[in-house]
Nanobody, 123 residues
Framework: QVQLVESGGGLVQAGDSLRLSCAAS????????MGWFRQAPGKEREFVAA????????SYADSVKGRFTISRDNAKNTVYLQMNSLKPEDTAVYYC????????????????WGQGTQVTVSS
């Protein structure tokens, strides 16, 4: 069982930056692929970014590529999402997710989810 707790959300203006953090309770954090997803009001949850267990491979949605960076610190059981050049369309609840590293792919089949943190970008 893995518990995930996100933090770092808030209200910012377009063009600003935010860094989200997700702390995991897993004893073997490096056993998990980690991902970030988001859900805007009235829309389905969508994939944002993911990182392999070692940090050596990352994957991004086209909409955030070049602006967002995912990273992890296995010694701290934490995954980060650095968000730069934020746009109003980035407004959403952002969720951290984890899945066993043996599971193929980065955009689906996550087993564990956090409660989410709100990011609001004003124009």
């Amino acid at each position: 069982q893995v518990q995930l707790v996100e933090s770092g959300g808030g209200l910012v203006q377009a063009g600003d930056s935010l860094r989200l953090s997700c702390a995991a309770s897993a004893r073997t954090f490096s056993s998990y692929t980690m991902g970030w997803f988001r859900q805007a009001p009235g829309k389905e949850r969508e994939f944002v970014a993911a990182i392999s267990w070692s940090g050596g491979t990352t994957s991004y949605a086209d909409s955030v590529k070049g602006r967002f960076t995912i990273s992890r610190d296995n010694a701290k059981n934490t995954v980060y999402l650095q968000m730069n050049s934020l746009k109003p369309e980035d407004t959403a609840v952002y969720y951290c997710a984890a899945k066993d590293r043996s599971s193929m792919g980065y955009t689906r089949s996550y087993q564990y989810w956090g409660q989410g943190t709100q990011v609001t970008v004003s124009s």
